[in-house]
């Protein structure tokens, strides 16, 4: 779909200092990726902690998100789950009047083969009254869709795309190959941005334009030289934003740009002195 072609933001979700949902901060996010540029909102992704939201606090936070928002921006909503049943049951009790798809990650923990995988997201891409956008993450979720997988299940008239975020270029060529004019083969991978669009890759959903939008849109819609110069330029600081894991660098960033507290729920810690130092020593360079 034409509309998720560019740069797409996993947005944070921003806390108080006693754990509660920091809603000032997250409409200074939303106003902040949207001036930058960027093109859709990915809302309750691996980046916005949904692990450790109630189902009611995921509900209050794509409602207050939607309303910021007000139709500017196409907006993806996270809803995956290692129980098939219990996503059903999400998916019949989500409000999707807002919503353009749903991006669902594979099923985690439970190591499903392949074939239970295809079964999985076909029965979820049947329930789903939006489109579905796949999510493989193998290093959350322990499980790797196949290129073979992901063509199959693109055969689907709901799943639309995959976010890819293996890190490994030779099976998104693989997909790139394969798949449908139609198929969106998206990164995950904020480095990977420029060399998934030289194989055929329509696009991101980033995890550090929360804080740097701009240069996401330049690596998506510029040239091929601007969107290298612009990778070059986060990437001094990329692996700092997973060094104590995600969302902890780049809520961390946030603070420093004067957008949101740097606040994560247990069992995530806040950065440390040591990560704290380095991403404030850097930061402003980029």
Avoid: W
Wanted: proline share 4%; with cysteine.
């Amino acid at each position: 779909m034409k509309k998720f072609k560019g740069s797409g933001v996993a947005m944070v979700t921003p806390f108080h200092r006693d754990l509660s949902i920091d809603y000032d901060g997250l409409s200074r996010v939303i106003e902040h990726v949207i001036a930058g540029g960027i093109d859709y909102l990915v809302i309750q992704g691996t980046t916005g902690e949904t692990a450790t939201l109630s189902k009611a606090e995921k509900k209050e936070v794509l409602a207050f998100s939607t309303k910021i928002n007000n139709g500017r921006l196409p907006i993806v909503y996270g809803v995956g789950g290692n129980s098939t049943q219990a996503l059903l049951n999400e998916i019949e009790e989500t409000d999707f009047s807002e919503v353009d798809a749903i991006l669902s990650v594979s099923p985690y923990y439970n190591k499903p083969t392949q074939e239970g995988i295809i079964a999985h997201y076909e029965i979820v891409a049947d329930a789903s009254p939006v489109p579905v956008i796949l999510y493989n993450i193998p290093g959350r979720t322990v499980s790797n869709l196949t290129a073979d997988t992901t063509i199959t299940l693109s055969e689907h008239p709901n799943i639309i795309g995959i976010k890819e975020s293996s890190g490994n270029l030779e099976q998104c060529i693989q997909i790139a190959a394969r798949k449908k004019d139609d198929f969106l083969l998206i990164s995950g991978d904020d480095m990977l941005a420029t060399a998934m669009r030289a194989i055929g890759g329509q696009g991101i959903i980033s995890v550090m334009a929360n804080a740097y939008p701009s240069i996401f849109k330049t690596i998506i819609h510029g040239g091929p030289d601007e969107s290298m110069r612009a990778t070059f330029r986060i990437s001094s600081i990329n692996s700092l934003m997973y060094a104590e894991s995600n969302p902890v660098g780049i809520k961390n960033l946030m603070k420093h740009l004067g957008l949101c507290g740097d606040e994560v729920r247990l069992p995530l810690l806040k950065a440390s002195d040591s990560l704290n130092q380095k991403i404030k020593d850097i930061y402003f360079k980029v």
